[in-house]
């Protein structure tokens, strides 16, 4: 796994290269807060029957995605059903997110080689810490495991959204078909940044102890934390920082 974060004047992370021009192979978005002052990061553990590990909001692009934007708002969208509400977007929908993070409202915009995976875009956003994301992302998903999940091959005819998120509606019986794509998280977690640390300098796992059970995260999410988290952390993104292709980027402080 080769990862790159290149420093220039205040900061530039790798957006000297265009990257639907040059091409990205993932993108996603990893929401971060603060919870009384102590900053944390928003975490998916992956389904069931994959590695239940920890991760960001992230996955392959599609031929229907328009741009790296679009990538990293859908895999968002998908994996947290739609339940996680970032930092001035009204509308928690694919279109609204993307748009959000093409106007530059981003903390950081990360760029890692992954080797003969392709390129991966991470955006930093910063989200509203809600106390209820946690809960309600298990009752949409519980509510969800209730549904037979859609398959092309299997399934055949003419389907409406349903008010679930990630559901279709056949229209002439009835049926509700839960989408494959909004299957891919099991559970959501706010994290603190020291645990994260922790994590890292554990190669992407945090021993069981006394007080906490034990954790594993992606080993593809390591290098990500690696590289942003002492950035997050030391300050030097209080004040509104420039961004190569970026129109506008929100500031960061590790305190409030």
């Known amino acids: 796994m080769v990862w790159r974060v290149w420093k220039k004047h ?11 021009r040059r091409g990205y192979a993932s993108a996603g978005i990893l929401p971060v807060c603060r919870i009384n002052g102590v900053p944390h990061a928003l975490l998916g553990r992956e389904e069931y029957n994959r590695s239940k590990r920890w991760a960001d909001f992230a996955g392959r692009k599609k031929a229907s995605d328009t741009d790296v934007y679009a990538t990293a708002a859908r895999e968002f969208c998908e994996e947290s059903v739609h339940t996680v509400h970032l930092n001035g977007v009204a509308c928690n929908s694919v279109e609204a997110v993307a748009e959000h993070l093409r106007l530059g409202n981003y903390i950081l915009r990360v760029t890692i080689e992954k080797v003969s995976k392709g390129k991966r875009v991470v955006f930093v956003v910063l989200a509203d810490h809600d106390r209820g994301v946690v809960q309600r992302f298990a009752a949409v998903r519980s509510a969800q495991l209730h549904l037979e999940r859609y398959t092309p091959k ?46 890292v300098a554990n190669h992407g796992s945090i021993p069981f102890t006394a007080r906490s ?44």
Not at 10 to 20: F, S
Request: overall charge negative.
């Open 10 to 20: 205040t900061l530039k992370m790798a957006l000297d290269i265009d990257d639907n």
């Open 154 to 199: 299997l399934h055949s005819g003419n389907y409406q959204q349903w008010w679930l998120p990630g559901t279709i509606m056949q229209r002439d019986t009835g049926r509700v078909l839960v989408l494959p794509d909004y299957f891919e998280k099991a559970a959501l977690q706010y994290w603190p940044f020291s645990a994260l640390m922790q994590a």
């Open 213 to 256: 059970p034990s954790a594993a995260f992606r080993l593809d999410i390591v290098p990500l934390f690696n590289a942003v988290l002492p950035i997050l952390t030391d300050g030097s993104l209080a004040r509104p920082t420039v961004f190569t292709g970026a129109v506008a980027v929100c500031p960061w402080s590790p305190t409030p």
